[in-house]
DNA sequence: AAGTTAAACCGACTGTCAATCGGTGTTGTA
DNA sequence: TACAACACCGATTGACAGTCGGTTTAACTT
């Protein structure tokens, strides 16, 4: 996650960047950092390009996107059939967090109807 | 999950009665299905009261709950104050299943808007 | 072309956790 | 008191994240 998040505030880096910030910081060694840009490369979750003989990652996923997929697989895990209380749980949540969520939600509902014109 | 889904569906069972449906099916031992429960009673997720000499379980948490706490850990996880982020996955994931559930997202919302007036 | 350095890559270890099981201790009840 | 039903305590396996060291490969330098 400390990868990930610094990838998706900073941009491209290579192995070398990220260890300066986030292995110094932490005290861990540039290969803990290389296999775990590996490991998330494996994943899909990265992209890299090899830029003079170092790879140079970049996020392949926004956050958003990500935290949808995540999302998707705790309600599969959960509920899968059920999507009635799925969507009980959405209303729940979202307000729990914050009453005006409701009307944000209604509002992202809404424009999610327009763009769905748009497309194909 | 399965036990958690069983004792969802069917109410309260002791170990016997879990195992006499999902042990049999999937071929498990009495214990497995015993240290299951005890495994989700300590996490909070059951409850148990001793009935002769069997504990009798049942679930601590609604499904619905439970999916809220686990999304709220993945958005807490991934990034804690973007919460626009969550409300965006909970508008997609709700209409790649079926785009009448945007309806009823919308219907949800104003049925948990008026139940709001009744509550102290 | 050889040497030095920077990276990638591979395998290993640890810790955690779910799934699974067997063995042992406990407790009502006949 | 003995037996059956049950709880409880490890133990094992298989995943997976975090971490690292060692080996190979590629590139720049002289």
Redesign the interface.
Known sequence: ?AVLEYLWSNGEFDTKGVHAVLGKARGISHNTIQSTLERLFKKKLLTRKKVSYAYVYQTAVA??E???Q???D??N???KD?????????????????DA??D???Q??NE??SNQHKKS
Request: charged fraction near 20%; avoid cysteine; hydrophobic fraction near 50%.
């Open positions: 996650m956050r958003d990500l935290m949808g995540m999302i998707n705790v309600v895990t959960i509920s059920n999507t009635d209380g799925m969507l009980a749980a959405f209303v729940d949540i979202a307000a729990r967090t914050d969520h409701l944000k939600l209604e992202l509902i999610y109807r």
